[in-house]
């Protein structure tokens, strides 16, 4: 039976980068998670009768949303749900099934890399119907809606069984719970050159997947082991828990560090990766070698001809504001279109659809291209096996070659973790008030050229993004760009990236901490970090 509740509204339902993100006690106040959840469907038009893919990362407290959307789903008169089994989709493997079975969209429940369990993150999102996360219309609407809501809908009755791949009726919608994997891996299969990687793992090619207790675990085991032939215990931490096994499902050099030690350790294995909390980011380390995510799309996109998805060659390369510089040369050197973004995956969407381009990058840890809409972990974990294949060299080679050809950029990112809001702020606002009196200042050896608060103008639906971040660009073509998170759940996160354009191989060697010392000092003097912030180091470095 249809009910409506009556609710009141909460004023903080704003989505970020990435949806809704809050910890669970947050999502657990009456009635939280169905306002936003109405917000949504009252944010979107026509979709009686249609299809709705509902799934999560599995993260604590997946279970209990993904029953109030199913329900919910039913009450505003979807016609069809697609419902991960266990309530389980990795991002990625959600944005191929909206696409796949032409859904009209889909709620994804995840807070990526966030740390999971009953005091930790959680997060909801809406996905269109291209499989991509909704654009800035459809969030501020939610937001919108959310502000004014007095009532949801849903229906009158218990928990309905999603860990039986089966199929019901719920009042006039339909329910099919599906397999999670089966989809994506279909879908790998056809991109990539699943013989070859085959043929690599029988010759003794080793690698270590760390699944980190995350979504990707169940992806990882069947096309790594089962489908490519790796060797039982390839993929660690393969099994899914909601608290992540009290990890922090984040591959970067601080959360993955065990891989990383082990990956430049003696006796290493060949090739080192990683997924997040959703498997939309991915970790790349060779023998000896991490890959910066920068470096990782530039070689990504020079040698995905390799790839029989890619065959045809790519039509453009796309990559946020913050992320290095380096696909840019790749971009020139094949003649292709290059566009800078904001940071988040939603401004790729448009660009896709259009054809445009088919590889995007964030420095973020996420690389992904046109086979779906949202950045994909274990996609560029099979593109760089399948260009270990056909190259038949090494990581080590492979990157080593390419700044010989390209030139190298020394990337970092630097980021003060649950910092003063308004100290952040701060910090922001005051850059942004000096910035026209920046050009010409001389800050050690560096001269500013430029500076401007990143504003992106969309070419296909010329919508304008503003105020995307500080971005200090200098003679000789360094960066040093400033914004805060739109992710974090508690304060504020400021993020500070460096890039250095280094063309003489003989130079490609150097520490990139010190490699990049001018630009950290230059952004210290700038933005006056530590006065501002309290910290005297990043809590984090990239
Ligand atoms: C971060 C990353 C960004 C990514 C987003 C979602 O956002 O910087 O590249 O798209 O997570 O995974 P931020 O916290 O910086 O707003
Ligand atoms: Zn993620």
Known sequence: MIITVPTKPYSDQKPGTS???????????????????QSIFDSL??????????????????????????KMAAANGFGRVLVGQGGILSTPAA???????KAFGGIILSASHNPGGPNEDFGIKYNIGNGGPAPEKITDAIFANSKTITSYKTLDMGDVDIDRLHSFDLGAMSVEIIDPVADYAALMEQL???PAIRNLFSLGFRMVFDAMHAVTGPYAKEILENRLGAPDGT???????????????????VHAKDLFDEMMGEDAPDFGAASDGDGDRNLIIGQGIFVTPSDSLAILAANARLAPGYSGGIAGIARS???????????DKLKIGMYETPTGWKFFGNL???GKVTICGEESAGTGSSHVREKDGLWAVLLWLNVLASRGESVQEIVRQHWAAFGRNYYSRHDYEEVDAEAANGLIDALRARLETLPGTKIGELTIETADDFAYHDPIDHSE????????????GSRLIFRLSGTGTSGATLRVYMDRFEPDSALHDIDTQEALADLIAAAEELADIRTRTGRDAPSVIT
């Open 19 to 37: 949806g809704l993100r809050k910890k669970v006690p947050h999502f657990q106040q009456e009635h939280y998670a169905e306002n936003f959840i």
């Open 45 to 70: 038009e026509d979709f009686k009768g249609k299809t709705l893919v509902i799934g999560g990362d599995g993260r604590f407290y997946n279970r209990e949303v993904i029953q109030k959307a199913i």
């Open 95 to 101: 944005s191929n099934i909206i696409r796949k079975y």
């Open 192 to 194: 990539f050159d699943f």
């Open 235 to 253: 993929v660690r931490n393969f099994v899914p828990l909601p608290d992540f096994g009290g990890h922090h499902p984040d591959p970067n050099l």
């Open 321 to 331: 504001m913050p992320t290095s510089a380096a696909a840019d040369r790749v971009a």
């Open 352 to 354: 896709l659809d259009a």
């Open 465 to 476: 993004s503003r105020k995307q971040g500080i971005r200090i660009l200098f003679e000789g």
